[in-house]
T-cell receptor, first 110, second 113 residues
Framework: KQEVTQIPAALSVPEGENLVLNCSFT??????LQWFRQDPGKGLTSLLL?????REQTSGRLNASLDKSSGRSTLYIAASQPGDSATYLC?????????FGGGTRLMVKP | EADIYQTPRYLVIGTGKKITLECSQT?????MYWYQQDPGMELHLIHY???????EKGDLSSESTVSRIRTEHFPLTLESARPSHTSQYLC????????????FGPGTRLTVL
């Protein structure tokens, strides 16, 4: 059974810092990996989708990498802003199913 | 911007009541999903559908039921709500290919007293 782990569980940084969120998964037989953002009490917003054949995806200040063989993905956020404060969820896709990690709660302080 | 809607957004109800959580999408997506998320915890898949008249149970056992009579509509029903059903319920849809992203609705926060 696929297990997804996110480290750290919580992170607090000053505005402007570059930061890295980590995601690891136990079964490398995946179709894709997605990073989502969730604001308190809200639904999920898809940030980046990396197909299993890809190594990374970029969108604005966000860059996500995927190393399928080692079961790891990272989300890099450049020049963090207070508006980036949210919970970031990693989800591994196999078939049409997503298995979610527990998330990293990010707080960016002005 | 994804067009997927959930109603109600918040619901507080007494034990034993029957409730239906609505989810609809206007993107013509074949696949739809229901996830359950307790506060500060992971999302767990409880139901999914590959299309009209198709419903399957997810990884997490749930006393709820779903139906898919129309492509755009995927309601979730609890016949007799209990306090253990208190949670956030998130609906999602995807186009149908295994490599597609899932689009999420805003969620319904259910509290059963």
């Amino acid at each position: 059974k696929q297990e997804v782990t996110q480290i750290p569980a919580a992170l607090s940084v000053p505005e402007g810092e570059n930061l890295v969120l980590n995601c690891s998964f136990t079964d490398s037989a995946i179709y894709n990996l997605q990073w989502f953002r969730q604001d308190p009490g809200k639904g999920l917003t898809s940030l980046l989708l990396i197909q299993s054949s890809q190594r990374e995806q970029t969108s604005g200040r966000l860059n996500a990498s995927l190393d399928k063989s080692s079961g790891r993905s990272t989300l890099y956020i450049a020049a963090s802003q207070p508006g980036d404060s949210a919970t970031y969820l990693c989800a591994v896709g196999a078939g049409n199913m997503l298995t979610f990690g527990g998330g990293t709660r990010l707080m960016v302080k002005p | 911007e994804a067009d997927i809607y959930q109603t109600p957004r918040y619901l507080v109800i007494g034990t034993g009541k029957k409730i239906t959580l609505e989810c609809s999408q206007t993107m013509g997506h074949d696949k739809m999903y229901w996830y359950q998320q307790d506060p500060g915890m992971e999302l767990h898949l409880i139901h999914y559908s590959y299309g009209v008249n198709s419903t399957e149970k997810g990884d997490l056992s749930s006393e709820s039921t779903v139906s898919r009579i129309r492509t755009e509509h995927f309601p979730l029903t609890l016949e007799s709500a209990r306090p253990s059903h208190t949670s956030q319920y998130l609906c999602a849809s995807s186009e149908g290919r295994t490599t597609d992203t899932q689009y999420f609705g805003p969620g319904t926060r259910l509290t059963v007293l």
